[in-house]
């Protein structure tokens, strides 16, 4: 079973239709209920006949509009404020569970596996590396992923979660909330907590009625035993309403959970499915289910706001759904664990707390070559570590996500033999702010030594010297390591890039472009190196905004693809008459007539950022055909080099998908 990431975002948007749908129907009947609720109590009040029947059996089309326009508002407003406050993404959901975030330099070994194992998936899969958060007062088994995107999950783990768990199965469990990632759930997840906060708002609204009468009901008596008076019978009727109200809230918090179970259940299964598929290792995950099986608690948390968002928990956070199966938002679990390791024998062994223990994987360190500038690529093909052009192409067309559903998982070993080829002093560095900072400005300094020198001297008189000395140490390593495990180093600075002050980020970011600038013509990494923190970091900074689809046909960026596909085509043949063959190859994967290859001087830095930038406003579907191009463009040639594949990662971050590493002689068709 093969990921693709196109169906599964399409199945999400059927999915999140599908509540749309159910969200009315809960509503319909809530104002159902409300209505007949406020009819009894103006039937109360006004304890008039006429005709001989009851006010409360008189249908009243104007008491329903007043009724269906206050409820609709009250829950509209509901549901607006929750999903406001949960704007922030996967960071506000996990800081409203009660999640505390992993400094990325953590000591603590626990923390630092979970982040290993974390980056690990990120690599293989090609997201972004998450911000990781632990529940440090929840000792079960359980975990979450929340985000509005890929761009900004986080992944969350409770305390037992790590000390319960050896890394096989912690790597099931981060496969499984990865996969939720991929398969566009974590959009839907928080829209549930939005819109059934607003169904549930009516309970309490109930509530605060009831509280409100009952101590006006204490002042009204004390009223009444110094006048003579009754005056009771308004509050009495007052409070019913409120009685019934709640009565309502518990009606849609019935409603607010057959929701959840109706959406999530079945998405559960595909992630224990994909956890699989990602690790290749079904005991992993099988057997931190048992584990779960074998808790005094199962996965039950305390936390106060667990409840809210049960359906993003690896397993059911909440007790007493499961005395009503139809309630529940996890399949049963003997069946999930049934379905992963077939041949389980039913039992669930004593549970043992897993000691700690220090993460001790030594980090061979590689030789690679020279960065290639953006000129000599377009002009040549000689990098090292080639791709067979096929295989690079059906990474892409089909990939892990990408395209059609042919291709094999993402490689988990393969990521992790990547991030273990990063030297150790790098690696430290990158996982800490001002670390990860001197890590991307030396992945950035130019390969001509005149050039570098002369980068150095800038970094050096930029008001922070110590930043250049670190630049300077890490220099070595760097220029030393596979070119391979290029884009893994950035990957695993962005958690540490991330927790920046916006200032330090706007002055770390011109330092960045000064330096590609300096660079003429600027190196192709450079560029995709630039572009792909740009792509993260100005998000999360509020500097841009995440492009939303405003085109629904490839024919009006005909002028856009072509300046992509030339750019590709240039940086992966040598003659005119290859090059020319390699884009017409593209164009004819994206369905278009582009006419002929731009030459490679009418290709620069600003342009391809213009073009990248509208086409991913492109419709999702229409990104498929994007990203099918730029494959078949590399794959004409029968080889794709290293920096073919950089750009392809930019370009597909650039259209929000992911995009896996992929290996020398790697074949996935």
């Known amino acids: 079973m093969a990921i693709d990431f196109f169906e599964r975002q399409e199945a999400a948007r059927r999915s999140t239709t599908r509540l749309v749908v159910l969200f009315a129907l809960a509503l319909l009947c809530i104002v159902a209920l409300v209505y007949l609720a406020v009819a009894a109590f103006v039937a109360a009040m006004g304890a008039d006949l006429e005709g001989g029947a009851p006010r409360l059996l008189r249908f009243d089309p104007l008491l329903l509009l007043i009724v269906t326009l206050g409820v609709g508002l009250v829950v509209g407003l509901g549901s607006a404020w929750k999903t406001a406050m949960l704007r922030g993404g996967g960071r506000a959901v996990a800081e409203m569970l009660g999640g505390r975030l992993i400094d990325p330099g953590t000591r603590d070994p626990d923390e630092r596996r979970l982040l290993n194992v974390v980056e690990e998936m990120a690599v293989a899969s090609g997201t972004p590396v998450p911000p990781t958060y632990v529940m440090d007062g929840e000792r079960a088994i359980n975990a979450f992923a929340a985000g509005w995107s890929p761009e900004d999950a986080v992944i969350g783990m409770t305390r037992g979660s790590l000390e319960l768990l050896d890394r096989d ?70 409070l019913a309403l409120g009685a019934a109200l709640m009565i309502i809230g518990f009606v849609g918090l019935f409603f607010g959970r057959l929701i959840k179970a109706a959406v999530s259940r079945q998405r559960e299964y595909l992630a224990d499915a994909s956890a699989v598929q990602f690790t290749r290792n079904p005991e992993g995950i099988g ?48 069946e999930r664990i049934r379905r992963v390791v077939p041949g389980w024998d039913g039992a669930f062994p004593k549970l043992i707390r897993r000691p700690s223990a220090r993460d001790g994987t030594e980090r061979p360190r590689e030789r690679r070559g020279g960065a290639d500038s953006l000129g000599d690529a377009l002009r040549r093909t000689g990098f090292p570590g080639a791709i067979p052009g096929a295989a690079a192409g059906a990474a892409l067309a089909a ?45 950035l300094l130019s390969a001509r030594p005149s050039l570098r020198a002369e980068q150095q001297r800038v970094l050096a008189g930029s008001g922070e010297p110590e930043l250049a000395t670190l630049v300077r140490k890490l220099d070595g390593p760097i220029a030393a390591a596979d070119p391979r495990s290029r884009l893994a180093t950035l990957e695993i600075c962005m958690p540490a890039l991330r927790s920046l002050a916006r200032g330090q980020y706007e002055t770390f970011r011109s330092r960045a472009e000064a330096l590609v600038a300096m660079e003429q013509p600027p190196s192709i990494f450079g560029w995709v190196l630039r572009r792909l923190v740009i792509q993260h970091l100005d998000r999360h900074f509020g500097l841009a905004a995440v492009p939303r689809p405003h085109h629904y046909a490839i024919a009006r960026l005909r002028s856009e693809l072509a300046t992509l596909l030339s750019f ?42 213009a073009a990248l930038d509208r086409l991913a406003e492109l419709a999702p579907r229409l990104k498929r055909r994007v990203l099918e191009a730029c494959a078949a463009t590399i794959a004409v040639d029968a080889v794709g080099t290293a920096t073919e594949i950089e750009i392809l990662r930019a370009v597909a971050d650039t259209l929000d998908v992911p995009a896996p590493p992929w290996q020398p002689g790697e074949r996935l068709a």
């Open 287 to 334: 057997k931190a289910l048992v584990k779960i099986g074998a808790s005094s608690g199962r996965a039950r948390l305390a936390g106060a706001n667990v409840g809210e968002a049960s359906h993003m928990f690896f397993g059911d956070a909440v007790a007493g759904t499961s005395w009503f199966g139809a309630l529940s938002t996890h399949p049963p679990l003997e």
């Open 399 to 443: 990939g892990a996500h990408p395209g059609s559903a042919t291709a094999a998982a993402p490689d988990f070993d393969a990521a992790a033999r990547i991030l273990a080829s990063i030297d150790p002093a790098v690696s430290d560095a990158a996982h800490e702010p001002y670390g990860a900072r001197a890590v991307i400005l030396c992945l």
């Open 568 to 609: 590709l085509a240039h940086a992966g043949n040598r003659t005119p008459e290859s090059v020319q063959g390699a884009f017409r190859a593209g164009a004819r994967a994206a369905g278009e007539d582009l006419g002929d290859a731009l030459p490679a001087h009418a290709i620069d830095s600003p342009r391809l950022d």
């Open 169 to 238: 199965e912690l790597q099931g469990v981060v496969a499984h909330e990865f996969s939720h990632i991929l398969n566009g759930d974590m959009r839907l997840n928080i829209r549930l907590i939005g819109l059934l906060h607003g169904i549930l708002i009516i309970g309490l609204a109930g509530m605060a009625i009831m509280r409100s009468m009952l101590y006006a009901g204490h002042g009204a008596a004390r009223s009444r035993s110094r006048r003579g008076g009754d005056g009771g019978a308004a509050i009495l009727a007052i």
